[in-house]
């Protein structure tokens, strides 16, 4: 555990285990466990040897005897533990413990929302990011100037946009038809159902990556062609429309 520069100190506890030393005895006791609270390698030991003790608490050897003895290590109620060559204060050693857990809980804590955000970014690019489709082929050329959409166009969007997402994303759509081609908008809302993505946001992806690296080429076979208006009429429901 990193040395922390402080614990936690109840005065009215402080003062009523206390009650019984003297002036002299109360500053040196306090002495004591500042001085193993910031030296201690454990943060709640220091050596069992007078020349120690005395170094920590300020006391010298005349009033060791009266001070330390007598009054902080009497036997009737010794302030210390002695631990082999020790003397351990129990009170640093829980609060020692205390703190340790706290920052196990809080490093345990930070790594699960580290996680959590991880694993939410993932959601989003899983959900929001589609992958090239190996149908298409990619133009590297600008995007060309958006059209104002027609009637008809707004209505083959429409449908297809219910269709496939349940319901009209009106935001999404005028925000669309504001930058693409309605034909580019149907095509993106055609690679979403392929995808098998059912929200705006997978389609709003397919655009945006487009306008960045480059729309479908217009130039297709009339294979290719055909295809695609099978598919259109597929999704508006008219495929047994001539």
């Known amino acids: 555990m990193n040395r922390s520069p ?10 009523a285990g206390t009650i019984h030393l003297s002036p002299e005895a109360f500053t040196a006791y ?7 609270w910031l030296h201690s390698p454990d943060h709640c030991s220091i050596s069992n040897e007078k020349s120690a003790i005395c170094a920590a608490s300020q006391l010298n050897l005349r009033s060791y005897e009266r001070i330390w003895v007598r009054e902080i290590m009497a036997e009737w109620h010794p302030m210390f533990r002695i631990e082999g060559n020790l003397i351990v204060c129990n009170g640093l050693r829980k609060e020692v413990e205390k703190q340790k857990r706290f920052q196990e809980r809080a490093s345990k804590g930070g790594q699960a929302k580290a996680k959590h955000n991880l694993s939410t970014q993932q959601a989003v690019l899983d959900g929001c990011t589609p992958s090239p489709s190996p149908s298409l082929s990619l133009s590297t050329l600008n995007p ?9 166009d707004l209505e083959r969007i429409e ?3 219910v269709g496939v997402f349940g319901s009209m994303p009106v935001a999404n759509v005028s925000e669309w038809l504001k930058h693409h081609k309605p034909h580019y908008i149907l095509e993106a809302i055609r690679v979403t159902e392929s995808a098998g993505k059912r929200n705006a946001a ?3 992806a397919i655009l945006q ?8 080429p217009e130039a297709q076979s009339k294979a290719d062609q055909e295809a695609d208006a099978r598919e ?11």
């Open 232 to 242: 259109i009429r597929r999704m508006l429901g008219t495929e047994n429309t001539v």
């Open 30 to 36: 306090w002495r004591l466990i500042f001085w193993m």
């Open 209 to 216: 990556r487009w306008k960045r690296e480059g729309y479908p």
């Open 202 to 204: 997978y389609c709003n």
């Open 159 to 161: 449908k297809a946009a």
């Open 144 to 152: 060309p100037t958006p059209l104002v959409a027609s009637t008809q």
């Open 6 to 15: 402080a614990f936690q100190l109840y005065p009215d506890k402080a003062l």
